[in-house]
C-alpha cells in the first residue's frame, strides 16, 4: 500500500531555515509527480510545490517563490523541500502527496512553527 511519511519539521525563528523529508513506498516512486502542500489552523490546505516524475519544470506557490527548493532523490524513494528565508506565515502543517491510479494519498505531516 501507499505510504508517505514526512519528517523535518520544527520550530525556527523568522529567517530561518529548514528541510522537509518525505519517504514513499508502495508504488514506483520515479513515476510519480510528488507535491508538499501546507495548511495552517483555519486555513485551507494549500499546494506549495510540485516536482515532476522526471526532470520538467517545477512549479511553486507565488507566496514561497524564491524561498522554498523542492527536490526528489528516486533512488532513496524521497521527496524534499528545504525552506529558506522562513516567516511566520509559514507556519504550518506540511504534507507530502502522491496521486497513484486517481487515488489522493497523504502523509500524516510535520508541523512548521516560525516564531522568535
Known amino acids: 500500500q501507499v505510504q508517505l511519511v514526512e519528517s523535518g519539521g520544527g520550530l525556527v525563528q523568522p529567517g530561518g531555515s529548514l528541510r522537509l523529508s518525505c519517504a514513499a513506498s508502495g508504488f514506483t516512486f520515479s513515476n510519480y509527480d510528488m507535491r508538499w502542500y501546507r495548511q495552517a489552523p483555519g486555513n485551507e490546505r494549500e499546494l506549495v510545490a510540485t516536482i515532476p516524475s522526471f526532470g520538467g519544470r517545477k512549479i511553486y506557490a507565488d507566496s514561497v517563490k524564491g524561498r522554498f527548493t523542492i527536490s526528489r532523490d528516486n533512488a532513496k524513494n524521497a521527496v524534499y523541500l528545504q525552506m529558506n528565508s522562513l516567516k511566520p506565515e509559514d507556519t504550518a502543517v506540511y504534507y507530502c502527496?502522491?496521486?497513484?491510479?486517481?487515488?489522493?494519498?497523504w502523509g500524516q505531516g510535520t508541523q512548521v512553527t516560525v516564531s522568535s
Open positions: 502527496n502522491v496521486t497513484v491510479q486517481y487515488n489522493n494519498y
